[in-house]
């Protein structure tokens, strides 16, 4: 599964009275390791809120000669194409994005409804009731350096956000590791498989898990069922 953390920085709180994207960076994990990126910085084609501008550092004379939206959506839409987007408080960013694509009569439609989304704030919230779940208290949970976010920036909190969720969801390595099986991708034809295994001769062997190795699988799912609750 190809994941793309996302997360955007706007002129305000709420597309509905014309706030717009200032800014927008991706961090795509694949196996679990950070990979590929996407950045950009946007002109909003209006003014940054004075809230805004104290948390981010944007304001019109720093973005009034950075592409707009319509110039940088087609780039957007290929790097995130296809994948599981992660994203913190989604509602907002999404709401953001479907509103410049609709501006603009994209075809791609609404990213919302185009891509399978996991919200970390509400995945935080069924973990940790009644604590504090923003981005700030999940890196002190799980002990992630944010010493160096001083201001508020799309890329370094996507970033950011990328190891927060892979500390929230090591639990599914844990299970793995402790099954001590390897996960391939099943090769896609029999003669396919052939080659594999004439190429490996004697050496291949078929290891199962133990009867201890499958209780101790058991109990790390029933433990992330009761995390999930």
Sequence with gaps: M????????????????GHRLTEIGCIEIIDRKLRAQFHTYL???????????????LNWKKLKDKPKFAEKADELLEFIDGAELIIHNAPFDLGFLDHELSMMKHPWGHVSKKLDVIDTLTMA?????GQRNS?????????????????????????????????????QTDMDLMSQTVITTSPQTDNEFSRVAQGMGSNLKVIYANEQELSSHAAMLALIEKQKK
Excluded: F, W
Aim: charged share 25%; aromatic share 4%.
């Design 2 to 17: 190809r994941q793309v953390v996302l997360d955007t920085e706007t002129t305000g709180l709420s597309p509905q009275h």
């Design 43 to 57: 002109n909003p084609e209006r003014e940054v809120d004075a809230k805004a501008e104290e948390m981010t550092g």
């Design 125 to 129: 919230r069924e973990m940790h009731p």
């Design 135 to 171: 981005l700030d208290a999940l890196c002190k949970r799980y002990e992630i350096d944010n010493s160096h976010r001083s201001l508020h920036g799309a890329l370094l909190d996507a970033e950011i956000l990328a190891y927060v969720y892979l500390a929230m969801t090591a639990g």
